[in-house]
């Protein structure tokens, strides 16, 4: 127990957090060039946040939330998603009296209790955007831009954007009556859970996971053939910018999304090469949700990305994420005038930019040489009597062995040179 990491958790290693730099740094700089500013939300919030604004209908509020009192007695959930978070900020700080739309991004953990398998997790992790304000088609076709454009820095050409439109309130109501009826001559065919989704949230049913629940959905009526005129104007609008920037995309009538307030357009985006849990990229439209959690009507549009499945994605497709910044110096010493002068010398190497290691462990000339070695840096120098007397030091380049003598002061000139 003591020494094992919850189920459902990973541990990132030293080893391996340089392909977490590598995609958020990306993931920053995308952003910034799209004008999506950063949000940073608490690790929890009230539970009747979650319960507004994800709805109670959905596996999430269901089945997988963790949810505790705390010593104060008030009921507490773990961020299990993105969105309603940056709605409740939304609101709590009036950032619509701001320039509209306003655009956010955060990377952050979220929880749920699920039942942990490759690329599902208790813990992970998830880049999301937001934007509010927006009505227009041209929004939702940004949304995905962003998410296109990260996949396209990162490489990975062969995801598949598949789209659809969920409707609005209005021709959902004539949608939901037909729905109702199929899953009515259904009913004892479907999983427990679906017969309780019928009850609360027919639409629901189409995002069931099960086989034999699937089988019968293929014969569903589809909300695409429902879609009021607005709403098919809005689908139609969307699917000539997606053209228009050249982005290929499949018209998915299935994908509904696993929250409740979603409207139009829902989008997923799917890696056939890592598995069962392929979709890297969930979102949609969501014009309900700022009121829902207790705001003015504004319309938003935002998705949710795994970072872990994008990491799994890039792994399986082969693709090398760059190898971090390799240490430029060690400074070997021998003796200890040598040791504290190779302390302050690494200060003001460090000061000036340079990564820059030095012995800690006492070790002997041979095996600090070792361990340089074995650190793979750049370049070392040995301090000893002879070179702190004469502020002169022979730098080896590591990489080809060749060594020059230099003034102890330009170390740090010749290493950035
Ligand atoms: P799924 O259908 O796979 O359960 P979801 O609809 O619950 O996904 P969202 O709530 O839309 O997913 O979350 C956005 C993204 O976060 C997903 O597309 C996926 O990449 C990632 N994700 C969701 N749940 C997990 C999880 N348990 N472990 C790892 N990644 C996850
Ligand atoms: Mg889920």
């Known amino acids: 127990m003591l020494t094992k990491a919850p189920r459902g958790t990973k541990d990132v290693l030293p080893s391996e957090v340089y392909k977490w730099h590598y995609v958020e740094n990306i993931i920053r700089e995308i952003c910034d060039n799209f004008g999506f500013k950063e949000i940073r939300t608490p690790g929890f919030e009230h539970t009747e946040l979650f319960l507004r604004g994800v709805g109670e209908s959905t596996d999430i509020v269901r089945k997988e939330m963790y949810t505790f009192n705390d010593k104060g007695g008030r009921s507490i959930t773990l961020k299990p998603e993105g969105t309603s978070p940056a709605v409740r900020a939304f609101v709590e700080h009036n950032l619509y009296a701001e320039a509209m739309p306003v655009k956010l991004y955060y990377i952050t953990p979220v929880y749920r209790y699920e039942r942990p398998q490759s690329g599902r997790l208790r813990e992970h ?16 076709a940004e949304v995905i831009s962003v998410a296109m454009t990260l996949f396209k820095r990162l490489g990975l050409n062969n995801l598949e954007l598949n789209i659809n439109s969920i409707g609005c309130p209005n021709c959902r109501r004539e949608y939901n009556k037909a729905l109702k009826e199929f899953l009515g001559e259904n009913i004892e065919k479907l999983c427990d859970d679906c017969k309780e989704r019928y009850k609360i949230n027919p639409m629901r049913v189409l995002d069931c996971k099960v086989e034999s629940c699937k089988r019968i959905l293929k014969d569903a009526p589809l909300m695409l053939n429902y879609l009021c005129d607005d709403c098919k104007e809005h689908f139609e609008n969307l699917q000539s910018y997606l053209k228009e920037a050249g982005f290929n995309f499949v018209i998915n009538p299935k994908i509904v999304r696993g929250l409740d307030y979603y409207t139009k357009t829902a989008f997923e985006i799917i890696s056939n090469d890592i598995g069962a849990q392929g979709t890297v990229c ?57 040791k504290k002068y190779a302390f302050s010398m690494a200060l003001r190497l460090r000061n000036s930019g340079l990564s820059v290691e030095v012995d800690n462990m006492g070790r002997s000339l041979k095996a600090q040489m070792k361990y340089a070695n074995k650190l793979n840096v750049r370049y070392t120098i040995i301090l000893g009597e002879d070179e702190l007397k004469n502020k002169v030091v022979r730098l080896k380049n590591m990489d080809n062995g060749e060594e020059i003598e230099i003034d102890i002061d330009n170390v740090c000139d010749k290493i950035i040179g």
């Open 125 to 140: 992790h998830q880049f999301g955007i937001e934007m509010f304000g927006a009505h227009d088609a041209s929004a939702d």
């Open 282 to 338: 969930g979102g949609g439209r969501y014009d309900g949700l700022v009121e829902e959690c207790g705001g003015p009507s504004i319309p938003g549009v935002g998705f949710g990305m795994g970072i872990e499945r994008l990491l799994l994605t890039l792994e399986n497709s082969g693709i090398e994420i760059p190898l971090p910044k390799r240490t430029d110096l060690f400074i070997c010493t021998v003796g200890d005038d040598a």
